[in-house]
């Protein structure tokens, strides 16, 4: 089992940057594929990014392409939410999430840890 836990959100106004942190314990970063979620108030929650365990590939969502950022420090057992350019349509509680493999990494449903989540609001 992995356990995860994020941090780094807060209020920010439009335009500025924030960096999330999902720190994992009990098994290594580098057994898992890892992603970001999203979840506003009354929304689903929403596939942001992830990046794969075997070369680190990564993926985003349209909505945040060209302004988030995923990384992973292996070595740190921690993956990371780099947010720039934010906009008040990115306000949501953001989760971090894990899996040693995923079939379609844009559903919830697949991925078999997740974190508490942490708070992001951006304002205008």
């Known amino acids: 089992q992995v356990q995860l836990v994020e941090s780094g959100g807060g209020l920010v106004q439009a335009g500025g940057s924030l960096r999330l942190s999902c720190a994992a314990s009990?098994?290594?970063?580098?057994?898992?594929?890892m992603g970001w979620f999203r979840q506003a108030p009354g929304k689903e929650r929403e596939f942001v990014a992830r990046?794969?365990?075997?070369?680190?590939?990564?993926s985003y969502a349209d909505s945040v392409k060209g302004r988030f950022t995923i990384s992973r420090d292996d070595a740190r057992n921690t993956v990371y939410l780099q947010m720039n350019s934010l906009k008040p349509e990115d306000t949501a509680v953001y989760y971090c999430?894990?899996?040693?493999?995923?079939?379609?990494?844009?559903?919830?449903?697949?991925?078999?840890?997740w974190g508490q989540g942490t708070q992001v609001t951006v304002s205008s």
């Open positions: 999430a894990a899996d040693t493999s995923v079939g379609v990494y844009t559903t919830p449903r697949w991925w078999d840890y």
């Open positions: 009990g098994r290594a970063v580098s057994n898992y594929v």
């Open positions: 990046i794969g365990k075997f070369g680190g590939a990564t």
